[in-house]
């Protein structure tokens, strides 16, 4: 059990254009999701917590405006990275909760390695 | 602020031999732990977790163990095998919200 998805697993775009990524949680509804961002040889960094139904939380730093966060359900949430530019190139991965564990624990996607050009 | 760190950034330990893998917390109120595993190029994966009622816990060929006197955790695998080269990740949930603060991970590699 607590399995999360992401998809796309990698997506390569020009600058300027907006790329849009997917977190599913496939076998628990996740009220809570979070985006990570992780540059090579770093540690992950939190960018924002995803709450269905209201809006993300951003981290200090992190533009609410170029990374846009919806959690419209309680299987999915969507970070698009608005007008990317190659130093928002970065693996980008999403976590969830599963809120009827009774634990803290947060599961991990796969992640989704962006490349801007 | 709240951090949660390891030691070494790397580890080398002969196949065969046991790991030990190190970190340090700052917030005393902290009351849940995890470790996590992350091979390249894919996302973490839970290992095991620990809450600060307990100072030892185990798992299939993991053991963590928690100080909270001088707040440390160590993760100890035994028989470490190839399949064991990850960077390990202690993290510790905090706020309401149930963030993670993830420290500097640890690169395990391991020698033939």
């Known amino acids: 059990g607590a399995v999360v998805s992401q998809h796309p697993s990698w997506v390569i775009c020009k600058s300027g254009t907006s790329v849009k990524i997917e977190c599913r949680s496939l076998d628990f509804q996740a009220t809570t999701m979070f985006w990570y961002r992780q540059f090579p040889k770093q540690s992950l960094m939190l960018m924002a917590t995803?709450?269905?139904?209201?809006?993300?939380?951003?981290e200090q730093g992190v533009e609410k405006d170029k990374f846009l966060i919806n959690h419209a359900s309680l299987t999915l949430s969507t970070l698009t990275v608005t007008s990317a530019h190659p130093e928002d190139s970065s693996f980008y991965i999403c976590s969830a909760r599963d809120p009827t564990s009774g634990q803290e624990t947060q599961y991990f996607g796969p992640g989704t390695r962006l490349l801007v050009l | 602020g709240e951090s949660v760190g390891l030691h070494l950034p790397t580890l080398s330990v002969q196949e065969g031999d046991n790991s030990i893998i190190n970190c340090a917390y700052s917030n005393s109120a902290s009351d849940y732990f995890i470790w996590y595993k992350q091979e390249s190029g894919k996302g973490p994966q839970f290992i095991i977790d620990i809450r600060s009622n307990m100072d030892k816990r185990q798992g299939q060929r993991v053991t963590v163990l928690l100080n909270k006197t001088v707040k440390h955790l160590s993760l100890q695998i035994a028989a470490t095998q190839p399949g064991d080269s990850a960077v390990y990740f202690c993290?510790?949930?905090?706020?309401?919200?149930?963030?993670?603060?993830f420290g500097s991970g640890t690169r395990l590699s391991i020698r033939p």
């Open positions: 993290a510790a949930p905090y706020s309401s919200a149930s963030k993670i603060i």
């Open positions: 995803s709450n269905e139904g209201s809006k993300a939380t951003y």
